[in-house]
């Protein structure tokens, strides 16, 4: 087609072409769309996200409306499920204690895969095993393909409950401490979105300060409850203690009384009386400071070589008064041969005792009690058998718990205090063996064996040399001097003194005892340890520093008796710690190898002077 000559000429005089005018119009239309497409976009975000707000207000207001931690649980569950579009899910707790994870929710799961997964270990062929082991969220969109699932017992598991895929995602605490797990699993090969898992993580700080919640509640609860608990053991331990305590204050303190009327003859029955009273309240001191010392860890065993024989004796010595008391048939059978035992025979001696105890105070009077040792196996075993009241068999789990009584009502007085047992466990336990109790519940009686492992065995030893009698009069009679602040006790223990053919002096007054030590010259000096204005350790050091007594025997007598004050003795400067009330043996014991240590014994002060 020919061009118009005249709009040639036209343009060609103006020296301008005429631009296209529809590639402009297109340009136009193509940056309306792509904005009209963000602004739709934007819209279904908005959308999108109006969506998830309406879905977790739902869930707040859901929960909102619940009291039930369990409840709370299970509509977390329940939320966990809807927002990750899943057919089951899970919610585990994390034992601390046993490092698992405990079941504590679940939805859609049938009863046997709650109990197969009811707890699970770090590293086991699950996804929350596997989280709990990184400590990270652990994703598998196909147990079939997952090379820590495929050919274990768990995706067998996984196939009969109809689960095909899990995400599994710890629950911190803003602390960042592991509380729990929640999980959801689905029946087909699934990886959750973005989105999903943005607002899973949302539910997951729910749960994970519910949990924490709830576990810093229980325990607070739990606390509560055992002060309280302790508090009323508390009250009963008192009033049980100032009962047991009177008990044998009672005839003591009638026996002082007789003894001041004066009447002939009465001697002889009134004092063996306040003797047996007496060893029973320093028995029931001794088993209390003997629990505190356990709790705390400072008894240390002191192993010898003895003959299962002798600590029979001993025990069976120990618990006749208690025995014989109430009439008991008693019997004592043990193997024929000697048999020797590497253990500290004071305390096993002790557990036989305290055995031997609690069958009698829990036997009617006149019933049957029986020891029988035994050795099979190489090992040893004690048995304590009665026909007591028995024991319920709701009491048998707690029957070597501190301060526990079967509680009898009218056999209450002779209860004791409830350390006995304990006692004899953890003494039992320390030796590497352990105590067993039988019982067919009331009025059946009761058997308790002590277990001894075959380590304690040892190879029979030639006795030593038999020691000196005691109660007699002194060989070598020792000039003594006495420090201590309470004068029944300084003056009754000078009276034993002097019956034992020795010279005594006494002083009150700590601040005077070493010029009255000067004056007297004597070779032994017993010291009270707690006294005022100087105490004993600080005296004895005094004593030391004075070359004119660098030879007297220090024998610290005391109420104070651990190993602490034991040591301090020691670093003292003194020789021997005894504790009060000291056994007149073992008194007789220490001054047989305390000798005369003093290398003068001039004419001094009187002797049997007080100095206050």
Known sequence: MMQDPLVHSAAAASGRSEAPRVPQVEDKTAELREALA???????????????????????????????????????????????????????????????????????????????????????????????????????????????????????????????????????????????????????????????????????RQAADLIERNTTMQALQLQTQSL???????????????????????????????????????????????????????????????????????????????????????????????????????????????????????????????????????TPHGGQIALVAEVADDAISVRVIDNGIGIPASMLPRIFDLFTQVDKGSERSQTGLGVGLALARHLAEMHGGRIDVASDGDDAGSVFTLRLPASVLAVPEAPAGGEPARGQVAADPLRILIVDDNVDAAESLALLLNNLGHTTGIVLESPKAVATALEFRPDVMFLDIGMPYLNGFDLARDIRSNEALGGVYLAALSGWGTDEDRARSRAAGIDCHMTKPALADDVEKMLSGAGRQSPSRSAGMAPDQIVR
């Open 38 to 204: 963000i602004v739709e976009a934007q819209k279904r975000q908005l959308e999108i996200e109006l969506e998830d707000a309406r879905l977790l207000h739902g869930i707040s207001s859901m929960m909102a409306d619940e009291d039930s931690v369990d409840a709370l649980y299970q509509k977390l569950v329940d939320a966990a499920t809807l927002v990750m579009r899943s057919d089951f899910g899970s919610m585990q707790r994390y034992d601390r204690a046993r490092g698992e994870l405990e079941l504590i929710a679940h939805h859609g799961l049938n009863e046997d895969a709650v109990r197969f997964w009811q707890w699970v270990y770090p590293g086991r062929a699950t996804t929350c095993g596997k989280a709990l082991e990184t400590g990270k969220r652990v994703i598998v969109r196909d147990f079939e393909n997952c090379d820590y699932i495929v050919g274990s017992d768990d995706l067998e598991a996984f196939r009969k409950a109809g689960v095909r895929a899990a995400q599994s995602t710890p629950l911190l605490t803003r602390n960042g401490n592991l509380v729990g797990m929640i999980t959801t699993h689905w029946t087909h090969c699934h990886e959750p979105k973005e989105r999903d898992l943005r607002l899973f993580d949302i539910i997951a």
């Open 228 to 362: 309280l608990e302790a508090d009323r053991y508390k009250d009963e331990f008192l009033a049980t203690l100032a009962h047991e305590l009177r008990n044998p204050l009672a005839p003591i303190r009638t026996g002082l009384t007789l003894l001041k009327i004066g009447k002939p003859g009465q001697e002889a029955r009134i004092l063996p009386m306040m003797e047996r009273q007496l060893g029973h309240m320093v028995r029931l001191i001794d088993d209390l400071l003997d629990v505190s010392r356990i709790s705390r860890g400072v008894v240390a065993l002191k192993p010898g070589r003895v003959s299962l024989g002798a600590i029979i004796d001993s025990a069976v010595e120990t618990s006749r008064p208690l025995i014989n008391a109430a009439s008991h048939k008693f019997t004592v059978t043990v193997p024929g041969n000697e048999v020797w035992l590497e253990v500290d025979e004071t305390r096993i001696a002790q557990v036989i005792s305290n055995l031997l105890n609690n069958a009698a105070k829990y």
